[in-house]
């Protein structure tokens, strides 16, 4: 489902943020595999696989070597540019009624509940899919969602719990 900026964008102003580089996913590592199997069916898409990050460090939520983030980059010119465009998937991993990542080393949890469920947003003439209850989500991330902020830096957001 979408996260952190491109679900700001569209959640605040229905379209991406013009200065952000990048779409942001979330995924629980159980989907991973499923993910893995599509590659073939993405690469035809005009996407290919940049780079898996994997855990530097191990969790009560999971151990070294497990996925972090995987990067996907458009390669097909027809698209948007060759390499143009970044999708980033974050990993989420479930445990202790929470959702729990690691961001540029930073842990950060949130409840169970944004994730377990979700709701769809417009966007593009389709329906996207956001974390549950997706305004109190991103009040948690951003504090004041609703007033853009160039200098916002992912070291702000709210769901951090350690460093």
Not at 88 to 102: C, F, L, S
Not at 111 to 132: I, M, S, T
Not at 150 to 162: A, L, P, W
């Amino acid at each position: 489902m979408l996260d952190a900026g491109t679900l700001l964008g569209i959640a605040r102003d229905g379209d991406l943020i013009p200065w952000d580089n990048d779409i942001d996913l979330m995924l629980p590592v159980e989907s991973v595999a499923k993910l893995r199997k599509l590659y073939a069916e993405i690469f035809r898409h005009g996407w290919k696989v940049s780079r898996t990050y994997r855990m530097e460090f191990s969790s009560s939520a999971w151990q070294i070597g497990d996925p972090r983030v995987i990067k996907l980059r458009s390669w097909n010119p027809w698209l948007l540019g060759p390499g143009s465009t970044l999708l980033d998937i974050t990993i989420i991993h479930r445990h202790a009624e929470a959702y729990w990542w690691e961001m540029a080393k930073k842990v950060c949890t949130v409840e169970a509940c944004f994730f377990d469920k979700h709701e769809y947003l417009e966007y593009g003439n389709r329906q996207v899919r956001v974390p549950y209850r997706h305004e109190e989500y991103l009040t948690r991330l951003y504090g004041d969602w609703k007033t853009p902020d160039r200098n916002f830096h992912h070291d702000q957001f709210g769901t951090i719990v350690e460093s």
